[in-house]
């Protein structure tokens, strides 16, 4: 088969699977290999780790990897809000996968030895990295253990929550990267936030009573 | 005024006087109920003084004579008021007396309770219905037995013991109606049960059309065996005058409807001679109209009997028994094909072919109640409800599925079997009517279909060999070996069925068919097994039954495979469906969407023969839907849509302001794209600079480290004068870079390690020197101190005595000239690679470790 063939789901790909290796958006049934999306073929190589030169062969849609991918894959950058903290592990709805909006939200779980790179075990309470209501960025890991939600981790410095709420529900702002402090009590809190540029910000409600009128 | 006053006034003395007789009557009775208790506690009682009585003969004698007379007194008043009562024999248990005594006496004030409901609703209303009391012997009124029975199912409480009458009767009824001879042996009437097609008997026909007559000349030799189906209007006798029947004008105009007389009005005629016979016919001719109903029997026959004729006219019913002058029923052909008078038959679809069969009457003009019905959208189609609907009147349907060949005929049956005619005309009548009102075609409409059963000829019925597959309800597929038996049992029930004249059913019903063929007995007594209660024919013809199944257990086993069709068809059948996949059905059920892509799994590669296809469709590209598809599934551009309420102006600036806002947010996704952009350009950044300084120092080899580098392997460099090494480093690296590389070229053997170039001390380890030097004294050797070796005198000596002068010219002086190869180009001080040779054998210090904490393992 032709690197670059358009192909829907259901037509044949390969009349056997050959050298190739199977990657994604592909099948198998009765020794053959079916596309199982809509796409192009793409072939490429790698090499593994006995250094041997592996082709793999796929069906994807682009080039970016965001866009063949339609639920959350690993290592993918979503942004999630945090629902409810526990003692392990905060519970969030995976909102969006990169810019992917999605109607449905993802059950996840950030669990408490992803929140910083390199520290297993933490004696801090959740508090003090997010809370509910927040929104974060995260990665999407790829956790074993844990089979029927998503588990992502705030572990990189890019990661971490974006925009959060205070307890009057008016926004907090960033002082540095560890505290965020409410713009109406002038209360610091503890928070890990993302090293992103702060562009944007969750309209205070006050603002909103004032445009509503 | 004054009359009905005196009337009045005289039957109100009347039932004074009525009422105070009664009460006489009823103090009468109460005293000699209590004489009687007294007398009767006066008899010596079980347990005391009854058994001493009781071995006296006579005092024995005695009460049974009393006690019988005492039981038919008993029977009688009870008889006599219509409860009757269950009589126990003589010499019964006391308790079933008592039993029967409560049973009666609970019928009793039941019955009284029913009138006295009777007579009190009798006050309000005016016709008072009282139940006729009938005596156990011989119902005569049918209608008010089972009104009777529906009442006191209603009031009473003991039903068991109603319906437990009723079991009994039916019992004893049904004890009494064996049938001791076959009404075909009696009478003479012989079947025809052979293969060979039906023929029909023709009277009273107007001569037909000679046509071109088929002769059908095969090499089977027959002659005329025509094949049915297509043939049918050529053998209906009658089927000109079918064809060209109109519907006299009196049917279809309204007219009033003519109430039946009542049952004990209505004179019935037993026919069973052919007098009367003739008689009958001279009757139904003078009428315009008359009802039809046939009673038929099929167990103890194979093509069937007609048991009964019943012809109800306006005024008379007719019960004519066939059997005795089976022939002569031939001779009513007249009347039944007179189209001018209207045959009314209830679910005729029957008996116009029994009719055929039996007597060769055929029909012409007919209307069926039940097609009637069925046009007019009733509820329901039975007689019954036709009889209940318009005659008021509750068919008592127990002797449908009765035996009627039994002659002499019950009373019950007779009755039964008139009313099923007796209410047919003036329940066509209705019927007329209501469909006069409905739509005046409607009636044309029944007329045409009641023709077309007019037009059915009879068929015998043909034996097919695999008949079973739809006849029977087959639970599981057969092996060769079942399969073997059930055809030949299905035959052999068949032919002896033909030959007997009984129906298959009877010979061998249908679950000890399968049954038979399933267990395939091995002896007669399994075949009894199988077959219980045992049928009479299974019994005399177990031999042939054995036979058939010791010849079917040598069949080979094979698994009988069923061929579509037969399936198909014995589903059909069934009216079920078949569940599997084929390749049709796969693709009609299957969801997938197969239009636009070019394989298709479930089809395989097909080849299309292009030409076929016409260009009427314009069919879409495949490749375009595919791009389609994929352009379409790209996020579509973040486009507000403002929804404005319907009717209200828009808020041009509010919504203008809300969508600027929206376009201003930035996604937290976005900020983290920005960071990784940024990061991603620093890193970049860094690279370059360290490109930079890279390509601008140099590549000097780091003099400082710093414990963060890499552990570097220096090639640690020595003076080779020290150490008898042959090279020599001088100068500076580059140069010694050059040189190793020239020597490595030129020398591409690996340095071999030469002993000679070393001194003893050196080599060996400290205890082969030591060893080395115990030698050395032990065997001094002059030669040795002097110049020459001890180890190898005697060969030396044998070399030296060959030895020749060395000539110093011919030898080859080129090595001088070569550079000096470095063969030890690793400096080793403790010989550790002569060491570890040997020592891997050894493997000591893995042993020790424990002591070995602090040291450093030189292993490589």
């Known amino acids: 088969m032709i690197s670059g063939t358009l192909v829907a789901p259901g037509d044949k790909v390969l009349d056997g699977i050959g050298d190739y290796k199977m990657g994604n958006g592909l099948y198998e049934a009765n020794r053959r290999v079916y596309a199982s999306v809509t796409g192009y073929v793409n072939v490429y190589g790698f090499r593994d780790k006995t250094d041997n030169l592996v082709q793999v062969i796929e069906v994807r849609r682009s080039e970016n990897q965001l866009d063949n991918e339609l639920l959350p894959f690993n290592g993918a950058v979503v942004t999630a809000k945090v629902m409810a903290v526990g003692l392990r592990f905060a519970k969030c709805d995976i909102i969006s996968i990169g810019d992917k909006v999605y109607k449905k939200r993802f059950s996840a779980l950030l669990p408490k030895k992803k929140l910083r790179p390199l520290e297993p075990e933490l004696s801090e309470p959740f508090k003090n990295f997010v809370r509910p209501n927040d929104y974060i960025l995260a990665k999407v890991c790829d956790d074993a253990g844990i089979k029927d939600k998503f588990v992502l981790s705030i572990a990189e410095d890019e990661l971490g929550v974006v925009l959060c709420r205070g307890k009057y529900g008016e926004p907090m702002q960033k002082v540095d990267w560890n505290t965020v402090v409410s713009t109406r009590t002038g209360r610091t809190e503890l928070r890990k936030m993302a090293k992103v540029p702060q562009k944007c910000m969750l309209p205070s409600y006050s603002n909103q009573t004032d445009s509503a009128a | ?860």
Request: aromatic content about 8%.
């Open chain 2, 1 to 860: 005024m004054s009359n009905l006053k005196e009337e009045d006034v005289q039957d109100e003395e009347m039932i004074r006087q009525r009422t105070l007789n009664m009460r006489k009557r009823v103090e009468e009775i109460m005293r000699n109920g209590a004489t009687l208790v007294r007398e009767s506690n006066g008899l010596p009682k079980a347990g005391a003084d009854f058994e001493l009585y009781n071995s006296f003969p006579t005092f024995n004698a005695f009460m049974k004579r009393s006690e019988e007379r005492l039981n038919a007194l008993m029977g009688k008043v009870t008889n006599s008021i219509g409860c009757a009562m269950r009589v126990p024999d003589v010499g019964a248990s006391v308790e079933h007396y008592t039993e029967c005594v409560i049973e009666a006496q609970d019928n009793i004030a039941e019955r009284v309770a029913t009138l006295h409901e009777a007579l009190k609703k009798a006050e309000k209303d005016e016709i008072v219905k009282v139940p006729e009391f009938i005596t156990k012997a011989g119902p005569t009124n049918n209608k008010t037995e089972a009104e009777i029975s529906e009442a006191m199912k209603t009031f009473s409480a003991n039903i068991g013991t109603v319906l437990a009458a009723k079991f009994r009767e039916r019992r004893e009824e049904a004890a009494q109606m064996i049938v001791h001879e076959k009404p075909q042996k009696t009478y003479n009437i012989i079947a025809d049960n052979s293969v060979a097609p039906f023929v029909s008997v023709k009277h009273h026909a107007i001569e037909k059309r000679s046509g071109i007559v088929v002769v059908d000349d095969d090499e089977s030799g027959r002659i005329g065996w025509t094949n049915a189906e297509a043939e049918t209007e050529e053998e209906h006798p009658y089927i000109a005058e079918i064809l060209n029947f109109k519907v006299p004008e009196s049917q279809l105009e309204s007219a009033e409807p003519k109430k039946f007389n009542a049952l004990k009005n209505t004179q019935l005629t037993m026919v069973d001679t052919k007098e009367k016979l003739e008689a009958l016919k001279d009757t139904l001719n003078s009428v315009t109209e008359f009802s039809v109903d046939l009673e038929h029997h099929e167990m103890r026959t194979y093509l069937g009997l007609t048991c009964l004729i019943q012809i109800s006219t306006r005024d008379e019913d007719f019960i004519i028994d066939p059997f005795p002058m089976w022939d002569c029923i031939g001779i009513l052909n007249e009347p039944f094909t007179n189209p001018k008078i209207l045959k009314v038959f209830h679910g005729a679809d029957n008996d116009v072919l029994w009719l055929q069969r039996d007597f060769g009457i055929h029909i012409v003009n007919l209307f069926d109640t039940y097609v009637a019905m069925k046009k007019l959208k009733y509820p329901k189609f039975s007689l019954a409800y036709l009889a209940f609907r318009f005659a008021d009147v509750i068919l008592d349907k127990q002797y449908q599925l009765a035996d009627w060949r039994a002659r002499p005929l019950r009373n019950a049956m007779i009755n039964y079997a008139r009313e099923d005619t007796h209410y047919l005309l003036y329940s066509y009548d209705m019927l007329r009517e209501q469909l006069l009102k409905q739509d005046k075609k409607d009636l044309n409409v029944v007329y045409s279909e009641c023709n077309d059963l007019c037009v059915r000829v009879y068929k015998k019925p043909v034996f097919k060999p695999k008949g079973y597959l739809t006849d029977l309800k087959l639970r599981f597929t057969f092996n060769s070996r079942q399969d073997h038996a059930l055809t030949s049992l299905y035959k052999w029930r068949d032919v002896v069925a033909r030959q007997e004249d009984e129906s298959p059913q009877f010979v061998l019903p249908n679950h000890m068919l399968l049954a038979l063929a399933e267990q395939l007995p091995r002896d007669v007594g399994g075949i009894y097994a199988c077959c219980n209660p045992l049928p009479h024919f299974v019994k005399k013809l177990a031999g042939q039954i054995l036979k058939i199944i010791v010849e079917a257990r040598e069949v080979k086993l094979e698994k009988v495979k069923v061929t579509a069709k037969e399936n198909n068809d014995a589903q059909e059948a069934r009216g079920v469906m078949s569940d599997s996949m084929d390749h049709i059905t796969s693709i009609l059920k299957s969801k997938i969407d197969f239009t636009h892509t070019k394989f298709d799994e479930e089809r395989g590669e097909i080849h299309i023969d292009k030409t076929e296809e016409s260009s009427d469709v314009l069919r879409k590209d495949e490749l375009q839907s595919l791009i389609s598809v994929l352009l379409s599934s790209s996020i579509p551009s973040t486009e507000a849509m403002v929804v404005v309420e319907k009717g209200k102006k828009g808020d041009v600036k509010k919504i203008k302001k809300l969508v600027d806002e929206l376009d201003k947010f930035v996604t937290p996704f976005e900020c983290y794209q920005m960071m990784m952009i940024t990061k991603q350009k620093q890193e970049e950044e860094e690279r370059k600079e360290a490109e930079r300084k890279r390509l601008e120092e140099g590549d000097k080899p780091k003099t400082l480290f710093s414990h963060h580098d890499a552990v570097v392997v220096r090639k640690p460099q020595f003076d080779s004068k020290l150490l008898n090494v042959d090279t020599v480093k001088v100068g500076d690296s580059d140069d010694t870079q050059q040189q190793r590389d020239s020597t490595m070229e030129q020398d591409k053997e690996p340095p071999v390690f030469d002993p000679s170039r070393f001194s003893d001390d050196q080599l060996m380890s400290k205890k082969a020197m030591k060893r080395k030097r115990e030698h050395a004294k032990r065997n001094i050797d002059v030669s040795v101190v002097l110049g020459e070796s001890s180890s190898s005198d005697p060969k030396k000596q044998k070399t030296d005595a060959e030895l020749e002068e060395f000539n110093y010219e011919e030898a080859d002086s080129s090595a001088f000239e070569k550079p000096v190869k470095d063969n030890n180009a690793e400096f080793d001080p403790f010989h550790q690679k002569y060491r570890l040779k040997n020592k891997s054998k050894t493997n000591k210090s893995m042993k020790k470790s424990s002591n070995r904490s602090g040291t450093i393992n030189y292993k490589k």
